[in-house]
């Protein structure tokens, strides 16, 4: 069978590449795939390409193979009934479902908003680049790395945000270590998220969302009772490391974060410890 002269230029580099490799436990990561990248290069040498188009399709080419074995859509995602699997067995039970073409893509029923997982890489000024789903915050509320799609079709879009690390020695956060393994970051210029909640609808989580719609019971307690409100506040001051450690976020320390369960059960404990 005849070669084009793309197969031979690709033959030629590609042997020259594995000779010139010669470290053992250093091979080239391509080599397992130099028959089929061969094959590749032959069809395209004799695709009829000419000096304008052998640029343009040789990068198509390329952008596609990335995708596909990275995953990725090479169209936009529908979000038909048919593109999703049901993955509750993952969540615990609770129902989940996954998109089949993009494994980034949730939801939680079939009538649900769909969220991004990816929708935001941050970038840290130490440590690199990372994903978060509780760790970011800004002007105190959390910002996570999943946001919900606004419609379909629906492409996949990435977005980096600058933040601010900041290591602490342990979750009271109030002193700072290199090596302590606590870590929170602050978002380092909000009109960056301003091009992602264009794109993206802000994901709110359910406890998020529940906590939301119980705060002002500490704003009614402070109202109707404000003696035991200020009892509270000391005593949340005093345990606060404790309770860190005892409620799940989003309680971050201060009276006014908590939930109404977790209101009523410190006030509890308050009560006790005078006894």
Partial sequence: MKRSSTYEHADRELAVLVKTSTDTNNRPIIEPFIEEILELCD????????GGSAPYTARA???????????????PISGGKDEWNDVSEMNGGSTLFQNSRDGRIFRTDHNSRSYFIDA??????????????GSVKLDGEIITSKQYIKSFPFTPKTFRIDVISTEWADRDETVKKQGGGWWTHEIKDKSQLDKVFEYYDRYVSETE????????????LKEKEPAVYGKLMDYVERHRIELLEFYPEPFDGSLQSMSQSQLSITRTAMECEKL
Wanted: hydrophobic share 30%; charged share 25%; aromatic share 6%.
């Fill in 43 to 50: 069809k395209f040498g004799k695709s009829g390409q000419s």
């Fill in 61 to 75: 080419l390329s952008q596609v193979v990335e995708k596909l074995c990275l995953h990725e859509p090479l169209c």
């Fill in 120 to 133: 935001i890489v941050f970038d840290g000024d130490v440590g690199g680049s990372f994903t978060s789903q």
């Fill in 209 to 220: 969302t529940k906590v939301s719609k119980e705060k002002n019971h500490v704003d009614r």
